[in-house]
C-alpha cells in the first residue's frame, strides 16, 4: 500500500447534493425549499427562540432565584479525613497539600462524621459543632 493509491471504500463518500438544476434532478426550480416565505429565501432565518414577535418564552417566564458566585468556594472536610493527614497541627495549607481539600477552595469546614482517634490542633478552619466537641474530647483544639 502507497500513499499515493489510498481511496475510500466504495459508498463510503456520497456526492454533494445539488440543487435548482433542473427539473429533472427532482430537487429544480425552488430547490426544496418550497414557494415563498422568509425560509425560502437566502438569510432567511431567525435567531434562536423568536417566536414571530410574540413575547418568546423565556421573557414570558417569571425570573426565579440566582447562582451564587461563591458556592463553591468552602470546601467540606470529613472529621475522618483529618486523622489521615498526618500532622498534629492543621490549617488550610496543611489541607490542600494533602489532597484533602482542592487547591481552588479558599475557606474549608469540618463537620461531625467518622471518628478521630488522635489529639490534632485545627487553626484557620470553620468547624460545626458536633466537630468541635469530637476534637476537643480527643484531646485537641481550635483556634479560629
Do not use: C, W
Amino acid at each position: 500500500m502507497e500513499l499515493n493509491n489510498i481511496k475510500p471504500a466504495d459508498g463510503a463518500k456520497k456526492d454533494k447534493r445539488r440543487v435548482g438544476r433542473g427539473i429533472g434532478s427532482g430537487l429544480g426550480k425552488t430547490a426544496g425549499r418550497g414557494h415563498k416565505g422568509q425560509k425560502s429565501r437566502a438569510g432567511g432565518f431567525h435567531k434562536v427562540g423568536f417566536e414571530g414577535g410574540q413575547m418568546p418564552m423565556h421573557r414570558r417566564l417569571p425570573k426565579r432565584g440566582f447562582v451564587s458566585l461563591t458556592k463553591g468556594d468552602t470546601a467540606r472536610v470529613r472529621l475522618s479525613d483529618l486523622a489521615g493527614v498526618g500532622v498534629a497541627e492543621i490549617d488550610l495549607l496543611v489541607l490542600k497539600q494533602a489532597g484533602v481539600v482542592s487547591g481552588a477552595a479558599k475557606a474549608a469546614k469540618v463537620y461531625l462524621a467518622g471518628e478521630l482517634g488522635k489529639a490534632i490542633k485545627l487553626s484557620g478552619v470553620a468547624v460545626t459543632k458536633g466537630a468541635r466537641a469530637a476534637i476537643e474530647a480527643a484531646g485537641g483544639s481550635v483556634a479560629e
